[in-house]
């Protein structure tokens, strides 16, 4: 079993990296409180005596090349960048779990028979550059690095330029390690493993994830002269499309959820009718058949909107991902391991991206998801027991021994 | 008559100051940009002979001391800040129709009864700091300088400080001389006169206005694992607010405005259900008791949206103003005016707040607009044509020397 006060104090102090003063947590893709991060991590991997590398498009991998030099390694990953305001647990536990998943192993004398590498891939997030598991993606051949390394942030930042400044442009080619089989350990943040109150789940599949950019253009003019009929309000037009979204969701009796985060006003003017308005729509769906009909009855939507309001809508694609089937053979070694450990386990879907569905494109593939409390996530308030942070870690190791032996 | 072509060069000279790298044109109250437009005016002041007088305010007088002097003086003015990405003729067109008006006096040797003052007052626009109308309302006594001097920017800023840092922080107490009259000329900004063909408008009233700044909050959460019955997205909560405003104004039947100009939402990242939202809303209603029902319809909709959507709800106050009547003399001279000259002249109400509206508080008080171009103002767009401006100011001069020998 590992060891549980190095994890829990590990999670603990890179969850202080990253604090503003106001006490908030926000390690965004490339910044420099992700350089501090990240710096934090490769220390770690150092002192626990393994390879450590980076590759163009920055993810840091760890490597432990005991056994079977030149054999595929079996990956454990995650990422450390995080939301804006995030809590201490997102992807954050995976890393730090690999690690020590590892440092169990080589401490208490396990010989395996091909390398375990630790990997915290880039830019998981999406915040600031997208597309989400932008790393991940990269890695498995899915984007081209050099077209991600031009990726331009919400702040104006390009992360290529972003990457160098933090001194982690690394040389290596995406890929230049083909994983035997990857297994990913992460809080499931959402509400049903709490719900049931099972300890752990064996994620068997990953929900559809499409991301728009929607920009519409109306004039600006006068709040108090401008008669009602007379307006073109993008902020208004806005509003209908995020009405929409929600009551359709809420209406519809499938899984579908459709969420507006991010908006913005021009001028953004209280006494000016605003003449653009943009934000972003992020609809998931486990059923591509069903999140492709989503995105159809918001495309019908907005043109029936841009039409009966007299704006302009254009709309930019930020991300588009497939449902994603895992490696049922990982997920049965999942159960088996829980069952072992006597942990009760549900195999699930994951409502969340993650790097493992990117993984999944050129490896054998699957997730162990451990109870969020109130389902709370991209929150500072997201929360997990320590007993069930230290079972999933155990699960994992238990995952990693049997495949880096088989 | 007045020189047309030395007030239109003013106009567009003021026009170019402020202008960002893009062509923007922003003058917001108290910043870089509007001091230069300020040093500008009183420049062009001082070479008219007045004698320059700065109140604790901001706000800026012309003095012509030729007659009467220890009488009441007849005062025109307006204001030259501007809101974000503005046009070149709101309040400026005023502020250099009352220097033209009073150096064409001068020139022709006109002696008045008693002084004529030009005035610029201070954040009339009130988009950096509210209320709006912001100099004029504390020269007439609405509300105390001190507080005015405390009020916080958008951008975080202290009026009284900016008005220090550019040199527009005045020794005179607001109100130092209580006006006979007050005149003030300025486009429409709205598509009454241009629609009916009308060159010249004798505003006779001018609607309430109540500004408000709401904020939602809910629950930041991750978009792809929570279920939309679980949610208190305060972003889906503030589109609610911004439909029904319009939609309710739309079927009323009524003059009654309303617009969402402004908003934010936090942590306004596109992966995180909204934890709050804050807007504006700006109401408006020739109407008080209607004005008043707006104000109440709006206040039980948020308190319904606060139970079904189970999100808090505040409220803050921004700016309230009740209907003003203006002065029939003044309303008639206007018109006088206008059928001497054989213009066209329409009586009206503002829908846009003007300084009138607060200095009626003290004086006589009375407008006289001319055709906006489409309505169309709070826009680089904003255009009047030459002749309709230059028949504004001729109407002006002769209101101004009836009231200045009466
Ligand atoms: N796990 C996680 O929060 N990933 C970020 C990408 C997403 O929005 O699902
Ligand atoms: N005239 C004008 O645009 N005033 C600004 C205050 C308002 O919003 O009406």
Redesign the interface.
């Known amino acids: 079993s590992i060891d549980p006060s190095r994890l829990l104090g590990r999670i603990h102090e890179l969850g202080e990296i990253g604090r503003d003063a106001d006490g908030k947590l926000t390690r965004l893709a490339g910044s420099e409180t992700e350089r501090l991060g990240r710096d934090r991590l490769v220390s770690w991997l150092e002192d626990a005596g393994l390879e450590v590398a980076v590759d163009r498009i920055g993810n840091i991998f760890g490597i432990w090349n005991a056994g079977g030099v030149g054999e595929k390694p079996v990956m454990i990953g995650s990422h450390i960048d995080t939301?804006?305001?995030a809590g201490i647990y997102d992807g954050c536990f995976g890393v730090l779990s690999g690690l020590e998943v590892i440092q169990t192993l080589k401490s208490q004398g396990f010989e395996p028979t091909r390398p375990i590498v630790v990997t915290a891939f880039t830019n998981e997030?999406?915040?600031r550059y997208?597309p989400?598991m932008m790393g991940s993606l990269v890695y498995s051949g899915g984007l081209d690095a050099a077209t991600a390394l031009e990726a331009v942030g919400t702040d104006g930042t390009v992360l290529g330029d972003e990457l160098a400044r933090i001194g982690y442009a690394g040389s290596h080619a995406p890929g230049f390690m083909t994983p035997h089989a990857y297994v990913e350990l992460h809080i499931?943040?959402?509400?049903v493993l709490e719900r049931e109150g099972v300890p752990v789940g064996a994620v068997q599949d990953l929900?559809g994830?499409s991301?728009q950019k929607v920009t519409i253009d109306g004039?600006?003019?006068?709040?108090?002269?401008?008669?009602?009929?007379?307006r073109r309000?993008a902020?208004?037009a806005?509003?209908?499309v995020?009405?929409f979204l929600?009551d359709r969701?809420?209406a519809s009796n499938t899984?579908t959820?459709?969420?507006?985060?991010?908006?913005?006003?021009?001028?953004?003017?209280?006494?000016?009718?605003?003449?653009r308005a943009t934000f972003?729509v992020?609809l998931?769906d486990p059923d591509e058949d069903r999140l492709r009909q989503e995105e159809t009855a918001l495309a019908a939507f907005l043109e029936q909107l841009a039409a009966d309001e007299k704006v302009g809508i254009s709309v930019e694609r930020?991300a588009r991902f497939e449902p994603v089937k895992f490696d049922p053979a990982i997920v049965r070694l999942i159960e088996a391991a829980a069952s072992d450990r006597g942990l009760g386990c549900k195999r699930m879907t994951?409502?969340?991206?993650h790097d493992a569905q990117m993984i999944a494109r050129i490896a054998p593939s699957a997730m162990i998801f451990v109870p969020s409390r109130g389902?709370?996530?991209?929150?500072p308030k997201e929360f997990t027991a320590d007993t069930d942070l230290v079972a999933g870690a155990n699960i994992l190791l238990d995952v990693v021994c049997g495949l880096a032996t088989g």
């Open positions: 939301v804006i305001n997030e999406g915040v997208a989400d499931e943040q959402g509400p929900q994830i991301w004039d600006a003019n006068h709040a108090g002269t401008t008669p009602i009929s007379m309000d902020g208004y806005a509003a209908r995020i009405t929600r969701a809420a899984p959820v459709a969420t507006v985060g991010c908006i913005a006003f021009e001028p953004n003017a209280v006494n000016v009718i605003p003449s972003t992020d998931r930020l994951s409502g969340a991206g389902g709370i996530s991209h929150n």
